[in-house]
């Protein structure tokens, strides 16, 4: 029951009209008002106006004919069907080849809805803090352009009916990103980390649309509703290679597009370099949004997901890998936002862990959150370093409570949620992930993979509780440690800051409601309202933990039923965890850097600890020496190698040489002395009658079936030098049971192909002679071959 | 014969007048010359838009044929005719050749007339031959091209200009005088089967050529037009002719003449010996999936600009390719569509370096840098084009590139349904993955290059004191930027127009595919082994276009490699 409404291509034109009046329109009007450039105001109204309207328009949407439509779904209890179709809107066709037909639509449901909401409310309070953090930048305009070119270009990611429409935006995403992230190219560095982004984002992309054309190859489609169909999901588990299902590899080329855009293992190295950025960019595209469109595709695609149990373990696991090895990697920065942006790539695997393990509310429910305490940190991060000059060096703050008590609270809040402490809301969202992990357990798993997911991402959270009050500690706590130049500039920042920090802090504090622990009394009934899961049951179809109350025998996951007890000891476990977290930094954080652990990194095993996590793992040097060395050199070998010297150099002018020389040395022959060519014409009669007067014949032969072979002579050769054979004709004898007398004989036709069958007494080896008669000279010319008859009943003989 | 086949030789009729106006003109007014020629190719380009109208979308056969005798002794006749493959490539080099023009308003100095003559005559030359429907017509036009392209190089190029031209010229008539051969052995052995002697092509398309015969004839034809497209290995006459021609001669180049491969292709090789192509198909797809990387990975190891951008298109006409030999509707509609786009891209491309090279003379990417801050107008039009040559969705590059892959990938058909070419191609996933290899490889490349020029400190003194783009330039970009989004976003149009030509490319190759094996013989008619039968072969059909069903129980000795022809077999 999918409605159609004509309002839905709206939400992403209004940023994308914006972006164009920005960009181009104000810009060449602006000599039109005697200015040079365009006024800020001017630009930063345009860009708020359009995604506020886009927010507008989208609280409308989901607030009245979606919430209808959803009120109407809800309320018919059993009877319902599996999903509601949502709001949707086609605009045209986009290609139409053959057998693919892409369409340009958007649709509109819960999961969606979601998505909008967190894309426009949290970008409009981005773009609001930016008027603020980027006042008096030279390219005002062009930052505002982009940032609403990009918010445009999430909100078709997030409205696309189809993967191809889903990739534009996709696509989209990454330009924008590799535009704000280069903004302040001057710097060859930020360039570069424009560049690395795009290029990790592109391998991603590589699987995507390999993803594409195999999903198409098996189902016939790529559009959402059509490859929800019964006959699409057949499709998908048949065998396809090496034992595994198609929908296995569907499922991980499309995750391997994930893990290029969420930054996870091994395409996450791009996420801490995007740091170059503007900070409202980190915000809003490498916290809030952009990063997480790989989970929303997954859980977009949960059907496809659901029929491989193989692609979802990998899923979890690369997610919990990356959820611990990116909390690790946080330890030791120094940078400001590149300790949040370890952070979020920690996060991100913990939203991943959750659709791994089908716990696809618990995902997005992180997604949301993660969306809210992240982007605040970023713009908390942003008036922090705005107010330290523009340095982000976490060694040379502290203290800073006491300048700028606003910026501080909404920070220790945001820490507080991510840390997971109660009632906050990253305590919920991430108790959901973790119960969701503990208790998967799928067809193949085994009994340890819930179990082993759990605790690693348990290890992951106490390193998140701890590095971030490590960093908040060292910000804010202890006393400040920059120089006196620094000191006198440092100020709280203007309203128009601090603002969205508040706003953003307040619903970090309540945004948890929306998804209350499962907890069921004795008749199963929940006892807590579960606001997001219902809203997202419309849509996705959960086969985890949460499916408990939705019966669904037809899934590969098992059900996994937790019990209250269980629940609630997970959740006092993850409270704990965090508190750990919080007060081991504390104790060496409270007061500054400490000077035992600084001490213990200069020293023996200590150092070279520290050493590996200071440096990432090494990886970005792995990737550094392997990838783009590699691609360096092989770049430099194919150019200097095949195509400078063999193809052009051996191969072209080569052959250029080769017809110089030659024709220089048959200059020699043309020298006009008379005796010289007469000792040509000698030498060249006698060669010719050489040639001539030798022929060869010959004959081929081809089994037909068990032991009749069929012979065919060969007369090439023949044929061409003694032209007259075929005028006059021969005459052709075949022996062919080596008694030295003539089995066949017969007139040769040079029209007509000669053939001749004969049958041998069984599989062996046989002597065959073939002998022709020139008609003219009555010369003959013999051949004897030995030919090989194949027992035909043993395998792999003549067919 | 309808009023409106006289539009297509008027199109051919307008630039060279055009260019003989020009040459009258006083050779002391330079500009008088570039104002004339520039309005003579916007007459063309209006001229090849009214083709629009009375051109009719849903016929697939050729459309406003024009037929008249050439040289009667021999059956060759001056035809032309536009379908829904031609009239794209038509309609780009029209487009085109006023950019080209105007572009070289300032960079052209000397010899003027000459200049817009010779680019006038080069368009009559393109025309004539995407128009041709003759082979020997084809084959003089294709021959005509090469002139002003060697003089555009051999007298307004650069340093080593008279090597780049004589390679140009050399390496491109050893591939077209092997397709000589092979055009005059179709032109005995068609006069031998039905008595009647002609190089009209619909007339020849009918015949049947013993299946190893075919494999030789398409491996001549095959040479000519790779070495055109360039395939690799046979690429490197481009490099040196695109860095040594001066801007307008490579966007010519790049934007047109290239195309020549790929439409060689469709129009004549592979129609003409479809078994010979089905044969070679796989390995023509490889060379061009190799080329892909191989492009990408050489234009990464350049220093000069041009080279880089000239070695991109070794990586993209690949995946023209890789579309045509896909033998489905998605990937040859996504090669022409790839080829259209490479024809915006990659001239905006050029265009842009031209622009520098103009102010600067130099190509070497290391002299440039941050020119972002000094130039911001054009750095946003070097973007366009750079993006819409990265295949970015939602710019024409994506579509074709996007669509030449994926019918690549399903050539052999869907899961449940393979198709006839399922025989012919095998690992079309793979060649798929590697082609898309090169939307990696491809922004690698074209994003280091915008970023070693556009990025970065403004540290040269020399380029603190560059204009930005004036609005002449911006006008020669703009027709190329609103061609590339327009393509990008609303690609439906475009794609119908070609729709019922390739369908009838594809089952008109399908069917002469599946003809009997045996001596040289009509399509549709029985394959008889006649000893020198040109009295007992039967007429050529009054109707050329009758021709083309499909040989039902003629097959007198099943194919080896048909999967449908294996029936009658047992």
Known sequence: ?799 | MTGASALLPALLVLPLVGAILVMLLPKEEPGLARGVSLGVSIATLALSLVILGPYDTKIASMQMVFDKEWIPGMGARFKLGVDGISIFMVLLTTFLTPIILLSAFKAITSRVREFCALLLILEVGMLGAFLSLDLLLFYVFWEIMLIPMYLLIGIWGGQRRIYASIKFVIYTMAGSLLMLVAIFYLYAQYGSVTGEYTLDLTQLERLVLPRDVQIYCFAAFALAFAIKVPLFPLHTWLPDAHVQAPTAGSVVLAGVLLKFGIYGFLRFAMPLFPYGAAELAPYLAYLAAAGIVYGAFVAFAQSDVKKLVAYSSVSHLGFCMIGIFAMNAEGIEGSIYAMISHGLTTSGLFLAIGVLYERRHTREMSEYGGLWKQMPVFAGLFLMCMLGSVGLPGLSGFVGEFLTIFGMFISGGTAGEPTFWAEFMPHPMLLGAVATSGVIFGAIYLLYMFQKMMFGPLDNPKNKELKDVSWREISVFTPLIIGIVVMGLYPKPFIKVMEPAVDRFISRFEAKLIEPDGPAHLIGQPAVASDRAPKTAPKAAADPHAGHAHAEGAHKAPPTKKPTAEEPAH
């Not at chain 1, 170059?276 to 929303?296: E, K």
């Not at chain 1, 690369?318 to 940078?335: E, H, P, R, Y």
């Open chain 1, 1 to 799: 029951m999918q409605k159609t409404n004509n309002l839905l291509f709206l939400i992403p034109l209004l940023p994308l009209a914006g972006a164009f009046l920005n960009l181009f329109v104000w810009r060449l009007l602006a000599p039109l008002t005697g200015k040079y450039r365009q006024s800020d105001s001017l630009t930063h109204t345009t860009a708020i106006a359009s995604v506020l309207g886009a927010f507008g328009l989208a609280c409308y949407l989901v607030g009245v004919p979606l919430w209808k439509q959803y009120s109407a779904w809800h309320a018919l209890g059993d009877a319902r069907p599996e999903t509601m179709g949502g709001l949707h809107q086609h605009l045209w066709t986009w290609i139409e080849v053959g057998s693919l037909k892409i369409d340009l639509a958007f649709r509109l449901d819960t999961l969606t809805a979601v998505m909008l909401l967190v894309i426009t409310g949290i970008g409009s309070l981005i773009h609001i803090y930016s008027v603020g953090y980027m006042h008096g930048e030279k390219r005002y305009p062009a930052f505002f352009g982009y940032l609403n070119l990009f918010t445009g270009m999430m909100l078709i990611l997030v409205l696309g009916d189809s993967l191809p429409i889903m990739f534009i935006g996709w696509e989209g995403v990454g330009l924008c990103s590799y535009l704000l992230i280069g903004f302040w190219f001057e710097e060859t560095a930020n360039a570069d980390a424009g560049r690395k982004a795009f290029v990790a984002n592109r391998v991603g992309d590589f699987a995507f649309l390999l993803g594409i054309c195999l999903l198409f190859y098996a189902t016939g489609s790529v559009d959402f509703a059509d490859l929800q169909r019964p006959e699409s999901i057949d499709a998908l588990k048949e065998v396809f290679w090496g034992g595994e299902r198609m929908g296995f590899y569907i499922a991980l080329l499309f995750f391997i597009g994930a893990c290029g855009k969420s930054a996870q293992i091994p395409l996450y190295v791009w996420l801490p370099d995007a740091m170059a950025g503007p900070t409202p960019v980190s915000a809003l595209i490498h916290a809030a949004t952009m990063v997480t469109a790989g989970v929303y595709m997954i859980v977009r695609m949960s059907f496809l997901y659901a029929h491989s149990t193989t692609a979802m373990a990998i899923v979890a696991v690369v997610g919990a890998l990356t959820a611990l090895f990116a909390a690790i990697m946080a330890f030791a920065q120094t940078d400001l936002k590149k300790v949040l942006a370890y952070s979020t790539v920690s996060q991100l695997g913990f939203m991943f862990v959750g659709v791994g393990v089908g716990a696809y509310t618990a995902g997005v429910f992180h997604l949301i959150t993660h969306a809210f305490f992240k982007a605040g940190l970023f713009l908390a991060a942003g008036s922090v370093m705005h107010a330290m000059s523009g340095s982000g060096d976490i060694m040379k703050m502290g203290g800073l409570r006491k300048y700028m008590p606003r910026t501080r609270w909404s920070f220790l809040i945001y820490c507080v949620a991510i840390a997971g402490i109660f009632p906050f809301s990253g305590f919920f969202s991430k108790d959901e992930i973790l119960a969701g992990a503990f208790g998967a357990g799928a067809e193949g798993w085994g009994p340890v993979l819930g179990k082993f997911l759990w605790a690693t991402l348990s290890i992951a959270a106490l390193g998140t509780a701890f590095y971030m009050f490590r960093l908040y500690f060292l910000v804010f706590g202890g006393e400040l440690r920059c120089d006196e130049e620094t000191k006198s500039h440092i100020h709280e920042s203007p309203y128009s800051m601090t603002v969205p920090l508040m706003i953003l802090a307040a619903f970090t504090c309540v945004i948890g409601v929306i998804g209350f622990p499962h907890l069921l009394d004795d008749k199963k009934e929940l006892i807590l309202p579960t606001y997001l899961h219902d809203w997202l049951s419309s849509t996705v179809v959960d086969f985890g933990r949460e499916s408990l109350l939705m019966a669904n025998g037809t899934s590969s996951i098992p059900e996994s039923h937790l019990s209250n007890t269980l629940t609630i000891g997970l959740m006092i476990g993850a409270f704990a965890i965090g508190l750990i977290g919080i007060f081991t930094a504390k104790a060496i954080y409270g007061r500054g850097p400490s000077e035992k652990v600084a001490a213990m990194c200069e020293t023996g095993n200590g150092k070279a600890i520290h050493n590996v996590v200071l440096n990432k793992f090494y990886v970005d040097e792995l990737y550094e020496w392997s990838l783009y060395r590699f691609f360096r050199g092989a770049a430099k070998t194919l150019h200097e190698v095949v195509d400078r010297f063999l193809i052009d150099g051996l191969v072209v002018n080569g052959s250029a040489w080769l017809i110089d020389r030659g024709s220089r040395g048959l200059q020699l022959f043309q020298n006009g002395q008379l005796h010289r060519y007469l000792v040509g014409v000698v030498v060249g009669g006698a060669l010719i009658f050489y040639f001539a007067s030798s022929p060869k014949v010959s004959f081929d032969y081809k089994q037909l079936n068990a032991n009749e072979v069929e012979f065919t002579p060969d007369f090439s050769s023949l044929t061409t030098i003694r032209g007259g054979l075929d005028a006059k004709g021969a005459t052709i004898t075949f022996d062919l049971d080596s008694d030295g007398e003539a089995d066949f004989t017969s007139e040769y036709h040079p029209q007509k192909p000669m053939k001749v069958k004969w049958t041998f007494g069984g599989a062996g080896k046989y002597k065959v002679s073939m002998t022709m008669t020139d008609a003219v000279f009555d010369e003959k010319y013999s051949v004897t071959r030995t030919i090989t008859v194949k027992d035909l009943a043993v395998k792999g003989g003549v067919k």
